[in-house]
């Protein structure tokens, strides 16, 4: 295997030269320190993000340089990732080329790059006949109507890619439908990511709308299948949620991520979706972030957690719920105990709500008094402040009924931080107190 990356450097230094195009210089490091007996490289990344290409970005041209001494060296990689880079149809074309022969390759990401339709046909196309492709990434590409209709073309006669992502790919209702159509009888996709191609239909009449979103729903009651499903910023409304989305996903008991997020979901469509997904037996993660479920989702949703045992990860964040909701589904957590991560950033946080939150992350981070001069102090647990001993600072922060509340003396956790239910990991929020009154930040 050293011997085939020693080949692949000779022949990719040797073409740089001969065409007086730049070297990579991390590529070429990584593909050295493989030659003098380091790591073989299954993976070139040459994204264009990276520092070496963020002001070089990789054009069609390149594309051959990097794939032609594959032909001559062997088959030793696995992943190519050429995202954020400025490939064209031209490049896709002989990305596809490669593809056809290819016998190694199992993870190609090409987002954000130039490729219009008649890169994504090519690519399609050359799914045809290749047998080892796992994963293709198109997402903010131009595939547009010509390339949507080949991509479905291509699900029903190749048997090996498992993660297709066409986010923001400029899909028009009709190979959208087609997708659904094709994908009932697809035995091998797992993942479909169309979000953000809702903006291309709008020209559609809420019917037509209606009609696209039927047939994805049809598609996954009758998929078995497919695991995870995105269709985030897709225009998903109440209605399509109450007649089409709740009687799937109660038909499809095998289905395990569902990110509905930034849809026009608000309390009724909210409401239906938890109600559906009672005892469901295999999602593991459903994503409403950036809808508007309110406090009646909310309480919806916390009557979903104390009948749901399998959701492990739960998207709230930015849904119009006040502290009232935010209390409901925190006192889902004396029955549930198998939720492992949520995020609530976002939505409308009151003392309440920021109580009963703090007591299953451990109580606030932190409690600030400040001194007579506005000078503030991160207080410890029962340390005096100021130093001499004026007054002393609970570290748990007053309750509403508390805080004002004359000569009440405020009640101490006993070790929180042994009884929380979420780790600092598992919620996107922070608690800490000023003058013994909680807030609420966003966790980074």
């Known amino acids: ?52 290409l963020s002001n070089a970005r990789l054009k069609d041209s390149y594309i051959d340089i990097i794939l032609s001494p594959l032909s001559r060296s062997g088959a030793f990689l696995r992943e190519l990732d050429l995202s954020c880079n400025e490939i064209g149809d031209v490049g896709a074309g002989v990305l596809a080329a490669f593809l056809k022969d290819d016998m190694s390759l199992e993870v190609l990401d090409l987002h954000s790059n130039n490729i219009g339709s008649n890169g994504v046909t090519a690519l399609a196309r050359a799914l045809h006949v290749n047998d080892k492709l796992n994963v293709l990434d198109l997402s903010d590409n131009v595939a547009g109507n010509e390339g949507g209709m080949e991509l479905a073309n291509m699900l029903q006669i190749n048997s090996t890619l498992t993660h297709l992502h066409l ?63 995105a269709l985030a910023k897709m225009g998903v409304t109440d209605w399509q949620v109450m007649e089409y989305w709740a009687r799937a996903l109660k038909t499809n008991l095998r289905i395990e991520m569902v990110d509905l997020s930034c849809n026009r979901i608000s309390r009724d469509g909210g409401v239906s979706i938890c109600r559906s997904l009672y005892n469901h037996p295999s999602l593991g993660t ?83 008094a400040y001194g007579d001069d506005l000078s503030g102090t991160i ?59 909680l807030s609420v930040a966003r966790r980074d």
Request: charged share 20%; proline share 3%; glycine share 6%.
């Open 1 to 52: 295997m050293t011997l085939q990356v020693s080949d692949y450097l000779d022949s990719y230094l040797q073409l740089c030269n001969e065409r007086d195009v730049f070297v990579i210089g991390s590529f070429r490091k990584s593909l050295q320190g493989a030659v003098e007996g380091g790591p073989v490289p299954e993976t070139f990344k040459l994204n264009g993000n990276q520092p070496d």
């Open 167 to 229: 986010r923001n790919t400029f899909l028009t209702a009709t190979p959208l439908v087609a997708l659904a159509t094709v994908l009932r009888n697809n035995t091998t996709l797992i993942r479909l990511d169309i979000s953000n191609n809702h903006h291309y239909t709008t020209n559609l009449t809420q019917s037509l709308s209606n009609d696209v979103m039927m047939h994805m729903t049809r598609m996954l009651a009758l998929n078995y299948t497919l695991r995870e499903i």
């Open 286 to 368: 459903l994503k409403l972030s950036r809808c508007s479920i309110q406090d009646e989702g909310a309480e919806a949703v916390s009557q979903m957690l104390q009948n749901n045992f399998g959701l492990q990860s739960l998207h709230l964040d930015y849904n119009a719920i006040t502290g009232k909701g935010l209390v409901a589904i925190a006192q889902a957590f004396t029955k549930n105990f198998s939720l492992k991560q949520i995020k609530l950033w976002g939505n409308k946080w009151d003392v309440e709500a920021c109580e009963a939150w703090a007591k299953l992350v451990g109580g606030p981070v932190a409690n600030i």
């Open 379 to 437: 207080v410890e647990a029962n340390q005096m402040f100021p130093r001499d001993g004026r007054r002393t600072v609970s570290v748990r922060a007053l309750s509403a009924k508390e805080k004002g509340a004359g000569n009440v003396q405020p009640r101490n956790y006993d070790d929180p931080r042994v009884n929380r239910r979420f780790k600092e990991s598992e919620i996107d929020v922070v608690f800490y107190a000023v003058e013994g009154v």
